[in-house]
């Protein structure tokens, strides 16, 4: 029995020639918030997807609660609560009315259950609003109590703030910081705003095109990559041939025609500084720097980053 | 089981198919009103006009636009997600929303009888007004069953409103045509028009007079039974098919 809450293996979902999901190993602990950052199109929804068992998995396996979901939905589903995508709702009905029908069909969840749940997300209960005239901010806060709704154990967002301004997304990771620290759920939650997952996540997984290329701690993250040396020089390839000769570094990157990341922060730059300037390499800067995780992101990715 | 036909009938809340249907419903005696009105008909001629023209022609099409509406609303509507996570079990909200349309059809009947009644009135005979009024309740049950292999081929439409709407105008159109003429139907071909085949068992229960003509397309019972477990049973199996493949999608 493992630990995991949600625990895939070697996930894979192949669309047609596409590989959407490929070889994904996550892993949801018990009372965390696990944040999976990707961008457009990663196969955040997708990997959410196979693991609800709202499609089918190619290869590979994925557990909940240390068990398959197919054939157990009915003893798994209560326990969890869902938003994939848009929030699905009937447009000619409001609010309150929605959510009855689904607490409803539940028939588990308690009598005040639909009056809290719009309370934790702000909307107002028994309103006469329509759900078709709703914004897309009330639609997503909708969603999200419906999710919410049945008191589930585990809680799959799929970029629960879309759609919301700063207030609301504030307003909404405050309460899912909350579900978490006070009611002790697990959550697993997508987004492809960094910022948002960085304020909100215990654990992050990185996908993109399918892959999951990291899974760590947040705070190890950014222990790992919080630190490197700005070198700013005169002449980048023989400051670099000199640091390769002379200090033995390999661990470094070019940011540009004049300028050099070091990423062994424990070198004497004394010594370096030294060296360059006695070699002829002007020694613009040097410095300790803080690499943000929008680097980290875009290192890895090897892409453009993300917003 | 009863929460889910609670939950479907609060899905049409405020709908415009709803508030159409009973509006279809309720008009749709006036125009035979008046044709009753000009021609001076007495009751048997009201009741067979509501019949022909309402139960077997107007009834047909208007559950068929409903049932269409019903059956794609979670997938327009993107909650069968929200449905499948319940998770609702499948055959029984099938039946639910089987039972929904079959209230449907029974209102539509009480509706006709009503009319019939009220027409009955203006004209002043309404003579044999109770043994319509099972006459009806039984077309209202019957109809139910003749109405299933358009859900069928709902079901199994992707959700296109044109091209099925366009395929429940022909069904509905093909009984009529067998039910305004007296040419006889093959029994190979009774399963596939079951609106028809009611009408033409029930005939000497409806028909102003029975003709020579009219006696001899008058449907058996053991022919009109087989024709309709025929029916019946291809239907059940392409909607379970159907709703099963909708549903797991
Ligand atoms: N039903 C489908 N048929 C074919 N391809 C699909 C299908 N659903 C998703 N894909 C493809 O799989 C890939 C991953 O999609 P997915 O929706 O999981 O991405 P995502 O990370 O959720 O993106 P976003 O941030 O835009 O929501 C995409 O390239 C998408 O085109
Ligand atoms: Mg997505």
Redesign the interface.
């Given at each position: 029995m493992s630990d995991y809450v949600i625990e895939t293996k070697q996930l894979t979902k192949v669309y047609g020639d596409q590989t959407a999901v490929n070889a994904v190993n996550l892993h949801v602990k018990k009372g965390q918030i696990y944040g999976l950052l990707g961008r457009n199109g990663a196969g955040k929804t997708t990997i959410m997807k196979m693991i609800?068992g709202?499609t089918s998995i190619t290869s590979g396996e994925a557990n909940v609660f240390g068990k398959n979901i197919k054939g157990q939905?009915?003893r798994v589903?209560p326990r969890?609560g869902?938003i994939?995508?848009?929030p699905?709702?009937?447009?000619?009905?409001t609010g309150t009315?929605n959510l009855?029908?689904?607490a409803?069909?539940?028939?588990t969840a308690a009598p005040n259950a639909v009056k809290n749940a719009l309370e934790v997300v702000g909307l107002p209960y028994k309103d006469k609003k329509?759900f078709g005239k709703y914004s897309l901010g009330m639609k997503q806060r909708l969603g999200i109590a419906?999710a919410i709704l049945h008191d589930p154990e585990l809680l799959i967002l799929d970029e629960p703030t879309n759609g919301l301004d700063p207030i609301g997304i504030a307003e909404v990771r405050n309460f899912i910081k909350d579900l978490s620290a006070s009611r002790g759920k697990t959550i697993l939650i997508s987004s492809h705003i960094l910022s948002e997952i960085q304020l909100l996540a215990d654990d992050i997984g990185i996908i993109d095109h399918g892959v999951l290329l990291e899974e760590s701690s947040m705070s190890e993250l950014e222990k790992k990559n919080r630190k490197y040396i700005l070198l700013q020089v005169s002449d980048v390839p023989k400051a670099a041939l000199i640091l390769e000769r002379q200090f033995q570094q390999k661990n470094y990157s070019v940011q540009d025609d004049h300028t050099l990341r070091l990423y062994d922060t424990s070198l004497d730059m004394g010594a370096v500084n030294k060296e360059l300037v006695v070699q002829d390499v002007t020694v613009i800067s040097s410095g300790l720097c803080n690499d943000t995780l929008e680097d980290y992101f875009k290192r890895i990715t090897g892409g453009e980053g993300i917003a | 089981m009863l929460?889910?036909v609670?939950?479907e009938l609060?899905?049409l809340?405020?709908?415009k198919i709803t508030i159409c249907t009973i509006i279809a419903a309720c008009m749709f005696p006036i125009p035979v009103a008046i044709m009753v009105i000009a021609n001076s008909y007495d009751m048997k001629n009201i009741f067979a006009m509501l019949v022909q023209l309402g139960d077997c022609f107007m009834m047909p099409l208007m559950l068929g636009m409903f049932a269409m509406i019903f059956f794609y609303?979670e997938q327009d509507?993107?909650?069968?997600?929200?449905?499948?996570?319940?998770?609702?079990p499948m055959g029984k909200w099938l039946c639910a929303k089987l039972m929904v349309i079959a209230l449907v059809s029974v209102i539509y009947s009480v509706v006709t009888i009503f009319a019939s009644f009220l027409i009955g009135l203006v004209v002043g005979d309404i003579s044999g007004i109770w043994s319509n009024f099972i006459i009806n309740v039984l077309i209202g049950i019957l109809m139910c069953a003749a109405l299933l292999p358009m859900i069928a081929l709902i079901i199994n439409q992707k959700n296109n409103y044109i091209v099925t709407g366009i395929l429940i105008f022909i069904f509905v159109m093909l009984n009529f045509i067998f039910i305004m003429s007296i040419t006889k139907i093959p029994a190979w071909a009774l399963p596939f028009l079951p609106i028809a085949a009611v009408y033409r068992f029930l005939l000497p229960y409806t028909a102003v007079k029975m003709t020579i003509y009219l006696e001899e397309i008058t449907l058996s019972g053991l022919q009109f039974a087989g024709a309709m477990l025929c029916t019946i049973f291809i239907s059940v199996i392409f909607i379970i098919f159907g709703f099963h493949k909708k549903y797991s999608r």
């Open positions: 609800l709202l939905e009915k589903y969890i869902a994939i995508e848009t699905g709702f009937y447009p000619n009905l009315e009855e029908i689904f409803r069909l539940r028939g329509l419906n | 929460n889910l609670i939950g609060t899905k809340k405020r709908k609303m509507l993107d909650t069968m997600k929200n449905m499948r996570l319940i998770p609702v």
